[in-house]
């Protein structure tokens, strides 16, 4: 289903959480929010919404390029050279694509600071679920048993390895336009009559990567009648950072998609 809610002002959530700043109870851990979704996701109604300035840097060569010199190779597999060639091309197309889903969310920046290589880079989008750990993982041995023998690769192997990188490229840059079309979200919470109401329940939860140089983080507030909490998420903990875009794309899909049961599965892993 398409998200039912109004868009938000430009100000987004974080106006109106100063104002209620001083009432609600700091949390460390994410996993009270993910406790608290699913116990209730099913009575919550998206209320507001808004899109974000999430816009992905422009490189010389893009991915999707790096996709076509790939296929012009594979198409063609002469010699080895133009294998050894399109397996070149599919490993700047891979790495071009994550640097790029990074930069977009201010993130670039911080693994290249922490001198965080790809695997960790992969890590992160693994816990933010943008793909399973499996995958990655036959993607990432493919790749390395390309890399490390001396001989062309394998004709087979490197079919795989294109459409494994195709698909990597272009689930990436769905995510790209989920996070730019959804980064805040207001939920309330209905009542025994499907009529919604604040003051029983809600949760906002916003994407921050909006300033240019400025690392990201994601802010958080939920609260059930009287009982309020608020937790902000940064780089210092790249495992809840991941986890909390993880829980927001989740909830893309679940007013794009519905897919509710799904989604608790998800939350439930």
Known sequence: MRAAGRPLSANGFFQHRLERQDDMTETE???GFREFLKTHLSRL???EWRSGSLFPPEYGISPREYLAYAEDRLTHPDTPGSMIDCLGHLKRAMSCQLDRFLATINLLAVFNKKSLGIDKRLEFLARAGVFQSRTLSR???LRNKMEH???APDLTD???YADLVTAFVLV???TILLLHDYSEFRFLMKDDEGIVQEKLGGFEIALDADSEGVPPQV???WWLKEEKHCLDIATDDMPSLASAIGILL???HREVFGDEKWVLDQLLA
């Open 149 to 151: 023998e001396y001989a």
């Open 219 to 221: 802010r958080i507030d």
């Open 139 to 141: 993607l990432n041995r």
């Open 250 to 252: 989740l909830l893309q």
């Open 29 to 31: 851990s994410i996993d």
């Open 172 to 174: 990436l840059e769905k």
């Open 45 to 47: 109604e998206s209320y």
């Open 158 to 160: 490197l079919e795989v």
